[in-house]
């Protein structure tokens, strides 16, 4: 099965808001309101950002917000900091038991 | 504190074996699903598997299957991945996390290296 497709870069001034789609099937992303999303620096390991599409685990900000539309999920981030550059990866339920990880993409904090 | 400790990874040749360790504390071990997620350099997390809190279900990403067996140990509070018959493509940074929908708690990862 094939990765989630997910922009490989975008990028945002501080301030400003961006979001990272994150596109899938029905099998997966369509077929399930399981989609978590994970923030990571070079060399550390992933930090779970939203979990059930648009919740938010405790001591993440309220900037960070997710979303779905079909087949495709969103991750926004508003007011943008420096801090927030890293890679962000999707996930989603892919029935019978698994799980699919999208590709990764690159937020720059210009 | 949730704690997830790996061990276990190195170097080993192609169509060797390796066994990875996930010490769990902070928790109630046997209440959670447990699963392993990798990531090869440079590239994105790719989950493995997966297995039920008393070890009756897992389940496996098709690339693994009939090579890695994941298990756990209640009674140590630990999780297990069996990796046999390596192939280059495993090199990678391999996750253990607590869960199985999403993965809110990571260890800091443990590298396996398959290279001759």
């Known amino acids: 099965q094939s990765a989630l497709t997910q922009p490989r870069s975008v990028s945002g001034s501080p301030g400003q808001s961006v979001a990272i789609s994150c596109t899938g099937t029905?099998?997966?992303?369509?077929?399930?309101?399981?989609v978590s999303w994970y923030q990571q620096y070079p060399g550390k390991a992933p930090k779970l950002m939203i979990y059930?599409?648009?919740k938010r685990p405790s001591g993440v900000p309220d900037r960070f917000s997710g979303s779905k539309s079909g087949n495709t999920a969103s991750l926004t981030i508003s007011g943008l900091q420096a801090e927030d550059e890293a890679d962000y990866y999707c996930c989603s339920y892919a029935g019978s038991y698994t799980l699919i990880f999208g590709a990764g993409t690159k937020l720059t904090v210009l | 504190e949730v704690q997830l400790v790996e061990s276990g990874g190195g170097l080993v040749q192609p169509g060797g074996s390796l066994r990875l360790s996930c010490a769990a504390s902070?928790?109630?071990?046997?209440?959670?699903?447990m699963s392993w997620v990798r990531q090869a350099p440079g590239k994105g997390l790719e989950w493995v598997a997966n297995i039920k809190q008393d070890g009756s279900d897992k389940y496996y990403v098709d690339s693994v299957k009939g090579r890695f067996t994941i298990s756990r140990d209640n009674a140590k509070n630990s999780l297990y991945l069996q990796m046999n018959s390596l192939r280059a493509e495993d090199t990678a940074v391999y996750y253990c996390?607590?869960?199985?929908?999403?993965?809110?708690?990571w260890g800091q990862g443990t590298l396996v290296t398959v290279s001759s």
């Open positions: 029905s099998s997966d992303v369509g077929g399930y309101n399981y």
């Open positions: 902070g928790f109630t071990f046997s209440t959670y699903w």
């Open positions: 059930d599409v648009s």
């Open positions: 996390a607590r869960d199985s929908r999403y993965f809110q708690y």
